[in-house]
């Protein structure tokens, strides 16, 4: 390095960062509820949720051959589900099986059907979810979810016998926040409306990922997932909409067709169409964005827009596969962990000279060193302020339905990649069944009865 004149500074940029305050979130009991300084989260002790969804048919599978402590874990969910505002009645079925039922698909599907009769003979309602406690982790998890998902059309929501015989009150509470998001419900919300937007918008949130198949794999297809939300002014409510496409390909093909049947189902559910669009595509590199903006969003605009129809677009891409950390002058300034606080934002020195990017740290980082998510704002019809996507991004990391603290990643996007993740292991049981049906849509292709509830969290 020295023959050719390079040295090498030991000491690493500076850069002037700065934290956005966290958001005032609403609840049911208290309405608002603020977050603590540090960790930004709140604590669901002698609090409930905004909209709780009564679970009154719901049954039991026991995989664990007896070895839950049932009565016990019945009892303490009812009681901590009525304390988070979710009236939970008893099981409609109780089923005692073993592990060996995740087999096979055919096993599964014949266990889950027989107790989904067996419930409607009980109460000629639907039956709202089954909760099934494992032994252990078991790679037959896929074919449940398949066969509930796909074919019967039933919402489950799996757990660990060591875990539910425990009966930690927090676990609980994770546990009811997972069946009030999958049962429609609403967990947390923002007492201000999300900043940028007047009350006359109406704005829907897209998130799009493409799930690639691992190292080695030659045919499989990769796994297109895309997420919009549904209620406005919350937000926080999503449909999804799973799509195989051609092996390790990027663009997704039909990016325009997906989205004009998410507004469609926006319009469905609100009686009007969104007149702005956010759209958050992740796991795309620098090199990809003009595919983005000449491709996905083209087709974007000629799917969706007409005559009487135009909303205004903003695409923004999130990535966390970078090698950026950011570090405090001072550690004392981060807490107990030394990280940066959750908020900080850094958009100038280490960003592009002349695009429109900036670093986010929105969660809290208890171990280890925090990364940051690096935003690109691509196209902009919404003229947001440098402060007010930012502000944005961090408010809407705080209406995660699986927690009560901000998280690491805008949650379309968080979304999106569970959604996509979900479609892989779909793929996974259609080769199993049919090794050369992997890229048949049907496979794929959601039960009426759960098309537009968020079964992936």
Sequence with gaps: ?????????????????????????????????KVDNEKCQCNLVGKSLVEGKPVERWALIDFSYGGLQADAFIKNLKLRSRKLGMFMGDPLVRRFTGMDEFSSVSRLDNLLRSVKNESSKRN?????????????????????????????????????????????????????????????????????????????DHVMFI???????????????????????????????????????????EKIINFGTICLDLVKTY???????????V???????????????????????????????????TVVVAQKR????????????????????????????????????FYLCSHYGGIGTSRPTHYHVLWDDNFFTSDGIQKLIHHMCFTSARCTKP???????????????RGRIYQEVAMELQPTSSFDQRFYNLHPELQDAMFFV
Aim: hydrophobic share 35%.
């Design 124 to 200: 000629k309602g639907k039956l709202q979810i089954i909760i099934c406690v494992m032994s252990e982790n078991h790679r037959g998890y896929k074919y449940l979810k398949w066969v509930s998902e796909i074919q019967i059309g039933v919402m489950t929501q799996c757990c660990l016998m060591v875990h539910a015989n425990k009966g930690q009150d927090q676990y609980l509470a994770n546990l009811c926040l997972k069946i009030n998001a999958k049962l429609g419900g609403s967990n947390v919300e923002l007492i201000e409306r999300l900043p940028n937007f007047n009350g006359e």
């Design 322 to 357: 970078h090698r950026t950390r950011l570090f405090l002058e001072n550690e004392q300034d981060g807490g107990a962990s030394g990280n940066v606080p959750p908020g900080t934002v850094v958009d100038t020195t280490i960003v592009h000279p002349y695009r429109f990017n």
């Design 267 to 277: 319009a469905q559910l609100n009686h009007v169409r969104p007149n702005k669009i």
């Design 279 to 313: 759209i958050f595509r992740d796991g795309v590199s620098d090199g990809q964005f003009g595919m983005v903006l000449e491709e996905e969003l083209h087709d974007l605009k000629e799917a969706i827009c007409d005559d009487h129809y135009k909303p205004k677009v």
């Design 407 to 421: 998280v690491s990643l805008v949650p379309p996007v968080y979304y999106a990649d569970m959604v996509a993740f």
């Design 207 to 249: 998130g799009a990922d493409v799930n690639h198949p691992g190292p080695g794999n030659s045919s499989c297809p990769s796994i297109v997932a895309v997420v919009g939300t549904v209620n406005w002014p919350a937000a926080n409510r999503y449909v999804a909409r799973i799509c195989p496409q051609d092996h390790r390909k």
């Design 1 to 33: 390095m020295q023959n050719f004149g390079i040295g090498v500074d030991t000491n690493m940029t500076s850069a002037v960062g700065r934290v956005i305050g966290a958001p005032e979130l609403k609840l049911g009991i208290p309405n608002v509820v």
